[in-house]
């Protein structure tokens, strides 16, 4: 399985950025997606970016669409989220995760349950 750390979470405030990481260790050769979820107490986790480790293609859910941007090195094995024009809503702790399986269909990167390797995650809280 593959291993996941996070990292780049803390305290923002609305309107600014903040950039996470997350590097991926074990396997990492088979790792064909890669994406971005968050967690808030009352809830499951909520798909927010993918991207498709081969190609690079991405995928974003609509709240974060032209605020928040995707990325990978393959050579380091890490992905990134660029988190631009930070809102209160963005607050939530944001876990990484990977998967192996191929990917057919486009809703495959936003299903949670596509993702078999889960990091600890990383919380970002936004303030006013």
């Known amino acids: 399985q593959v291993l996941l750390v996070e990292s780049g979470g803390g305290l923002g405030q609305a309107g600014g950025s903040r950039r996470l990481s997350c590097v991926a260790s074990?396997?990492?050769?088979?790792?064909?997606?890669m994406a971005w979820f968050r967690q808030d107490p009352e809830k499951e986790h909520t798909f927010v970016a993918a991207?498709?480790?081969?190609?690079?293609?991405?995928y974003y859910t609509d709240f974060v669409k032209g605020r928040f941007t995707i990325s990978r090195d393959i050579a380091k094995n890490e992905m990134y989220l660029q988190m631009n024009r930070l809102k209160l809503d963005d607050t939530a702790v944001y876990h990484c995760a990977a998967d192996s399986r191929p990917r057919y269909y486009t809703s495959t990167y936003k299903n949670a349950n596509m993702y078999s390797s889960w990091g600890q995650g990383t919380q970002v809280t936004v303030s006013s």
């Open positions: 074990n396997h990492t050769a088979r790792i064909t997606a």
């Open positions: 991207i498709d480790w081969t190609t690079g293609a991405t």
